[in-house]
């Protein structure tokens, strides 16, 4: 799927969160094709990361994902995703998740952990609840360079962690975790998954006037990076909740609508009623 990554929400195609997407069948069946080593995973899915793990080829191609990366950012990704970023020295190598936890608990009490690769919705999402996100700990491959199926160490670290030290995006994606629960209860996953997908992996910020991302897929992929922001393309829509749930997206190809915030407090104050009655409408409006 697409060049960026998904993410789950999980990068959806990966289907995220709601998509209906399934992948617990998957885990205990290696042939399967999910990518990954679940076997010696603990019960809520998390592995430890080691850095002696990475070689010498997994290192300079982390280094120059993020350098190719870093290129396109200046006018492009969002003061906060750039602020963060910055303080995390992402080019001296591949971050070690204990140290930046360090940083990244003092900031927003969040904390970085590392999975085997895509995990069942439920285990996810509680993840997130939690405060934990988690952190795919396998890099792609010199062959995926420019295009990856599911999300890896780079997307997940590059694309997601940044944004993690802004506290009401901290608050926001916590809350998300809670609601996404909730909505897997009341049969509305697939609905509250596109807004994940609208905001969390491809959404765009109005900044001093200026477009921005702060979505993860777009902010770790070259190409979606330039296409999203400057593209005559795609269609560009000030942020709505219910217009967001509305729209279908695709997977495995740059997006044709980009949903643009105003401000990190609109997404926190936007999403924070009670989304019950918003999933009868939309199932109403599905017949
Ligand atoms: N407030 C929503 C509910 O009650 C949950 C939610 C939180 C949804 C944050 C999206 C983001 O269902
Ligand atoms: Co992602």
């Not at 085997?116 to 993840?127: A, E, I, M, Q």
């Not at 999300?151 to 694309?159: I, Q």
Request: include cysteine.
């Amino acid at each position: 799927m697409k060049n960026s990554a998904l993410s789950s929400p999980q990068d959806a195609a990966l289907a995220g969160p709601g998509a209906s997407f399934d992948i617990s069948g998957k885990t205990h069946n290696p042939q399967a094709g999910l990518r990954g080593n679940y076997s010696r995973m603990a019960a809520d899915y998390t592995v430890p990361q080691h850095l002696t793990d990475y070689d010498g080829a997994q290192q300079a191609r982390w280094t120059r994902l993020v350098q190719r990366q870093l290129a396109l950012l200046p006018g492009r990704a969002c003061r906060e995703f750039c602020s963060a970023l910055e303080s995390l020295d992402v080019q001296r190598g591949i971050p070690e998740f204990a140290a930046v936890n360090r940083e990244l608990f003092a900031a927003t009490r969040w904390t970085l952990v590392g999975v085997p690769g895509l995990l069942p919705d439920d285990v996810f999402f509680t993840h997130l609840a939690n405060r934990r996100f988690p952190v795919t700990v396998w890099l792609r491959e010199e062959h995926e360079f420019d295009y990856i199926v599911e999300p890896d160490l780079f997307h997940d670290f590059f694309g997601h962690v940044p944004m993690l030290f802004t506290p009401v995006y901290g608050d926001h994606l916590q809350a998300y975790g809670h609601g996404a629960l909730k909505a897997k209860r009341l049969g509305g996953l697939d609905w509250l998954a596109r807004l994940y997908w609208y905001t969390i992996e491809f959404g765009l910020i109005r900044e001093a006037g200026s477009l921005r991302a702060f979505g993860a897929g777009i902010l770790s992929s070259p190409k979606e990076l330039m296409y999203a922001l400057e593209s005559a393309t795609p269609q560009r829509r000030p942020f709505d909740v219910m217009t967001a749930m509305r729209t279908p997206f695709l997977i495995d190809d740059v997006q044709s609508t980009y949903f643009v915030l105003d401000s990190f407090e609109q997404l926190h104050h936007d999403t924070a009623p009670d989304f019950t009655p918003l999933y009868a409408t939309l199932r109403d409006e599905a017949g």
